[in-house]
């Protein structure tokens, strides 16, 4: 839920040549960088200790007070940006951005279809497809949702659902196009099977080279008649 806050304790390094992560990932510390008012904080954080941060009920929104080497002091941060390890699906590094709760920041938010099997489009064989799956906001640093969502139970085939019918919660603001289109039922596609092109196609052929009926061959053209006389 949107302002949930989790401590992260971090412990800085001076080391952030490509060796050094490399050493840090097989000892399952993350390096990160905390962006913020002052210098950025190099740092490292147990993956676990991470992992227990960005899979609470806030997901990825989750305001992170992040405290370096045991300091007292906290800094309120979200998560600004991650790398992911393409094959194992694990974070390999995360920066961190410290925010003024008083102050709103931009975001970007997942949006939910619900309702997709009660639409009468989708009883009636109609496809719900979602052309775009987030949206982004502007709120406080707490009131970020961890997604928006959209009931689609009433849409009927050639229905469309734009941003402007996306309703969000009191103090969140809607930044992208409002005609930018969300939901759509579209009609089924009727699928031609090869059998049946074929069946076609040689209807028509039949019907272009038909021969014409028995005893109605065409007439021969009637000769000319060159150097007819009459008598007189």
């Known amino acids: 839920m949107a302002g949930e806050r989790t401590k992260l304790t971090v412990t800085a390094r001076e080391h952030t040549g490509s060796k050094d992560t490399r050493r ?3 000892e399952g510390l993350i390096p990160g960088v905390l962006y913020g008012r002052g210098k950025p904080v190099a740092f490292t954080v147990p993956e676990r200790e991470l992992r227990r941060a960005l899979t609470g009920s806030a997901g990825l929104h989750s305001i992170l007070d992040v405290e370096v080497d045991g300091a007292e002091k906290t800094h309120a941060s979200i998560l600004k940006e991650y790398q992911l390890d393409v094959i194992r699906g694990t974070i390999t590094h995360v920066d961190l951005q ?14 939910h279809l619900h309702g ?20 982004n906001v502007e709120a406080l640093p707490l009131e970020v949702p961890e997604h928006i969502d959209l009931d689609v139970s009433r849409m009927g085939i050639g229905d469309t659902l734009r941003i402007v019918d996306v309703h969000v919660p009191e103090g969140v603001k809607l930044l992208d196009d409002p005609e930018t289109v969300v939901a759509t039922v579209t009609a089924p596609t009727r699928v031609v099977e090869p059998e049946e092109e074929l069946e076609g196609a040689e209807g028509e052929e039949a019907a272009e080279g038909e021969a014409p009926a028995e005893g109605e061959a065409e007439a021969p053209a009637e000769p000319e008649a060159a150097g007819e006389t009459t008598e007189e």
């Open 116 to 135: 997709g099997e009660d639409a009468p489009g989708v009883r009636e064989g109609g496809v719900l497809s979602q052309p775009l799956r987030e949206v």
């Open 98 to 111: 410290e925010v003024r709760l008083d102050r709103t920041i931009n975001a970007s938010v997942t949006v």
């Open 24 to 26: 840090l990932r097989r």
